[in-house]
């Protein structure tokens, strides 16, 4: 009984190695497009893609026929709306007054300033999804970049369709038109009282 177990144990290892030898180079990209970092230095994008890989393995043997692929990017996916809630928390804390004082009985780091338990600052997004709020960015990776329909991506998100539909919309145009630069402002000359 043990053997099979531990032949089992081999089998689904050596699957899900497969698996991520064929579309771990795709998921990658899909995390470093949702992180808006650069492909060449993208630590928060491998994360995310270590998690969902992680929470993949760990659903591997009830799968049952699903395509793991799709419950991958699906992790991606949540992974990453709930990573952009918890930094939109974080800047609210740091604007807001309270943001002053200790999270409940936790002291301030003796490295840094901040509350124990607060992530380290991240790196600078750059590109032109940088300019998209994360929501859009989500959206717009997951219609266009993964070719999800757009039903499936509002079942995803709990959104209604439409929202997704919109936000899509949005972050296309925002991505085809970009903001226009703002022209200089010429120092105005003081007024001299004659």
Known sequence: MRDSRAAQETRRAREFEAFVAGAGGRLLHAATLLTAESPA?????RHLLTLALARTYACWGRLHGEDPYNRAREQLATSFAHGAWHEYAW?????????????LGRGPSPNRGQPQGRPRRR???????????????LVLVLRLYEGVAEEQTAALLGLPADRVRTLCDRAT???????RAQPPVAPRAKATAS
């Open 123 to 137: 790196p600078a997004a750059v590109g032109a999804l940088a300019r998209l709020a994360p929501q859009e960015r």
């Open 41 to 45: 230095d993208n630590p928060r994008a």
């Open 173 to 179: 145009t925002n991505l085809l038109r970009p903001p």
């Open 91 to 103: 800047r609210l804390y740091d604007v807001l007054p309270l943001g002053r004082v200790p999270l």
